[in-house]
């Protein structure tokens, strides 16, 4: 069953995917139990070493792109998240991962392992380094980094998907654990909700650029495992999946929804790379989810950041026209902003990439140098 590209999607259509896995996934990581990812993408890679075919074929599959990725329209786009890198990371937690707290299925399997309400903040930290990765250049080409780290997340959600499902789990709507529907929907915030917020902080995209950030968001998802048929070929269209599952698979009045939106928003106040205290957080957080939203989870927007967010988005739509219109500004920015983000990752995930779920931090050694690690590693 596959999504017509020009077909406008519905409830009928999707409902079947709730019942799909990843099952190339599957296949590599039966029997074995939830690991750091970084441990399972060793023991699959062994286990194909080895000869086991269900691994083989997960690395056979997974090692090239397919022929629809456009190679220079994902360059393009993997610089555009490399240049708008600290925008893009506040826009895609606040109205984005956020977002996704309202959807009991999404949010589910994570509350059973602990991984939501345990250490909310390192796992924003996590999914930081895996878009960090990504963005690296050459990060998603056959054996970068940001392949290698994404293939990693896909096997740690098929192991755990066993785990849950090995005690009977059932999901909220009945379906699978980490079903292919609540992967697709989880897509669109970084295809979708992220670049079309990112004007609260006043970034205005021409169509151009959108369609290159999502196209490399389509190629990072697709790696995840999300199935093409749930990957739209255009921006338009993955806004009107979007807006469907959301619809349909977000409810407010959940009660888990708020908790864990106020459990994150606890955990980032004042930690970096923003180093914004709650206030500042939770007022983003409250314009990017809507008057609604911010209503059923007592959401405030405190009218002194309010305004401060309003001169900020002012003032950006001065500023960024002009730095992008100077390659030289262009590049300083991309490289204040890669620096920032990385020594973030540090303070928050550690120096020792041995203990980190997904290893190396893209360029650290040569970004962040030895200095930089002993003081990181002193201060942990």
């Known amino acids: 069953m596959s999504i017509a590209p020009a077909a406008a999607p519905s409830r009928d259509l999707l409902r079947p995917y709730q019942q799909q896995v990843d099952t190339l ?42 022929a629809w990725v456009d190679l220079a329209a994902l360059e393009r786009g993997r610089r555009l998240v490399v240049e708008l890198g600290s925008e893009l990371a506040l826009i895609l937690i606040t109205g984005g991962l956020f977002d996704g707290y309202a959807s009991p299925s999404l949010s589910t399997p994570l509350l059973r392992t602990g991984r939501l309400s345990g250490d909310a903040a390192r796992r924003l930290y996590e999914t930081g380094q895996v878009v960090h990765n990504a963005r690296a250049p050459g990060g998603l080409l056959p054996g970068g980094i940001g392949q290698r780290t994404i293939l990693a997340v896909r096997l740690l959600h098929s192991a755990v998907r066993q785990a849950l499902e090995a005690r009977g789990y059932v999901g909220p709507d009945g379906g699978r654990a980490i079903h292919v529907l609540d992967m697709a929907h989880t897509a669109t915030a970084f295809s979708h ?38 990957l739209p070929e255009t921006p338009a269209e993955t806004a009107a999946l979007s807006a469907i599952l959301d619809e349909w698979r977000f409810d407010p009045r959940w009660e888990g929804g708020a908790l864990l939106c106020r459990a994150a928003l606890r955990d980032l106040s004042g930690q970096p790379p923003f180093f914004l205290p709650e206030a500042a957080i939770e007022t983003l957080t409250a314009r990017c989810l809507g008057d609604e939203r911010a209503a059923a989870w007592g959401l405030r927007r405190a009218p002194t950041w309010d305004h401060a967010l309003d001169a900020v988005a002012a003032a950006e739509q001065v500023i960024t ?60």
């Open 321 to 380: 026209p002009a730095w992008r219109a100077v390659p030289g500004l262009r590049l300083v920015r991309a490289r204040l902003s890669v620096g920032l983000f990385g020594r973030s990752l540090l303070r928050g995930l550690g120096p020792d990439p041995a203990v980190r779920a997904f290893g190396p931090i893209a360029g650290e050694e040569a970004r962040f140098g030895p200095g930089l690690e002993a003081r990181a590693r002193a201060a942990v």
């Open 193 to 230: 909700k992220a670049p079309a917020r990112l004007p609260q902080l006043g970034v205005q995209l021409a169509a151009e650029e959108r369609a290159d950030l999502h196209h490399f968001w389509r190629v990072v998802n697709h790696l995840h495992g999300v199935p093409l048929a749930l």
């Open 25 to 66: 996934a599957d296949a590599a990581t039966a029997g074995l139990r939830p690991d750091r990812p970084l441990g399972l993408l060793a023991a699959v890679e062994a286990r194909a070493a080895a000869g086991h075919p269900g691994a083989r074929a997960f690395f056979d599959q997974t090692r090239d792109h397919p």
